[in-house]
C-alpha cells in the first residue's frame, strides 16, 4: 500500500508512527533524557551529524520525532520540527531564515504574541519587520521589497481578524524575489487548508490550537515543503560552511530537508526550546481526529453565525464561511472549511458585550482557543492588551469584538447559551 497517497484522513490516524512485530500499538512517551550506547564512535557520530539516532531529548527524542512525521505527513512537507510553543515556531522559522541586519515582510492581521515578537523581540534583535496590510496589492507588496527582505510572513486565516490570506498573491511576489513564504497555519490546520498547495515554503503551527484539540499541552511546529531554492546568494548560513558544524553545508549534506536540519542543530541546540515528550504525545492523540473535529467546528460556526446575525441585539457578524462575509470568496478558494472561530459585535459595544460573556452559562471566558470546548475572550483587554491603538486596528481588532471558539457540542445547546446571554442585555 503507497502511503504516499493516503488520503488524509487515514494521514491522520495512522501516519508517524509505523510499531514493528510486538511493538507498542500507540506511540510510547519516551520520558528520557538521554539514550544508551555501547561504543564513543556512534555517538561521536551521532554528534556528528554523520548518522540518525537519539542522543538528548533536547535535540530529538522518539515521541516528539514521530509527531514531527505525522504533521510534515498531514502537511505534505518533507520535514517538521517540534518545539516548546507556537511563539517559538514562529520566532524560529524567521530567525531560521533572516539575521541581524535583514528585513521580513508581515501581513498585519495577526495574533497578539506574534505582533509582540515581531515589533520588539525581533526588532531588539537586529531583524526589522515591516507590517503590511494584509489585502496589498501585487505592486505595492513588490515596492515593499527591500534588498535586505528575506521572508514574507502571513496567517493563513489571522486570528483574530479573520481574513484569508491570498496565499497565492503572497507566494508569487516571494519567489519572484527569490525568498520563502512562511505561513501560519494555525487556525484551518491541514486539514481545511495546505498551504504548501498554494504556493507557501514554510508552515507553523501553534499545537496548543487545534492540533492537540483539547487545550491540554502548549507547543509549536515548524514544517519544511521541501525544494526552496536557498542558493541564489540570498541565504549564505544555508549554503557556506557552518562553523559550528565543523564546516558543514546544509543545503550540500542535507539537500532534502536543509532548513529543518539548520534549525534544529542551531537554533534548538543552541536555546534549547523542544517539544517535551508527553506534549507530543498528547498532541499526536489530538491529530488522530483531527479531520473529524475541524468539520464538526467549522459547521456548529456556521450555525452559531448565521443565528448571531439575525439576532436584533447583535450589531455584526464576522465568520469567513457565512455568505456576505467579505472573505467568503477567499475562504471558497483557500478553505475547505472556515474553522471554528468567529467574532460578533454587541450593540451597546464593549459594555455590553461584557454582559453577554458574562451570562453565558457553558461558554467559558478563557484566553486560548481551537479546543473541543466552546470559549469566549475579549481581545482588546486580553490577548491583544499590549498593543497600542493602530496596531489593534491594523490587527483588525475592534474594541467590542467579541471572539467566540466555536466547540464541538451540539450546536442547538451552543446557540442556546448564546440566545439566554443575549436576552439579558
Ligand atoms: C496562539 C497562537 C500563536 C502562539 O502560540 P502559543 O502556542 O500560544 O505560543 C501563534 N500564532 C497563532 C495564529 C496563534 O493562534
Redesign the pocket.
Known sequence: MDKQNWKFATRAVQSGYDPGNGDPRIVPITQSTTFKYDDAQSVADLFDLKRPGFFYTRLANPTVDAFEKKIAALEGGVAAVAL???????AFALMNIARCGDHILAASS??G??VSLFTNTLRKNGIEVTLIPPDVSEAELQAAVRPETKAIFV?T???PALIVADLELFAKVAHANGIPLVA?N??PTPALCNPFDFGADIV??????YIDGHATS???IVVEKGGFDWTGGKFPEFTEPDASYHGLIYTRDFSTAPFSVKLRVQLVRDYGVPMMPFNAFLSMIGCETLHLRMERHSANALRLAEFLKNHPKVGWVKYPGLPGDDQYAAAQKYLRGASGVLCFGVKGGAEAGEKVMNSLQMAAIVV???DVRTGVLHPASM?HRQLSESELEAAGVSPDLIRVSVGIEDADDIIADFAQALDRV
Open positions: 516548546c510553543a507556537g511563539q517559538t515556531a514562529n495577526l495574533y504574541g506574534t496567517e486565516l489571522a486570528n501560519d494555525t487556525f507553523t503551527h501553534s499545537t496548543s490550537k502548549v507547543g509549536g486560548h482557543v481551537a490577548t
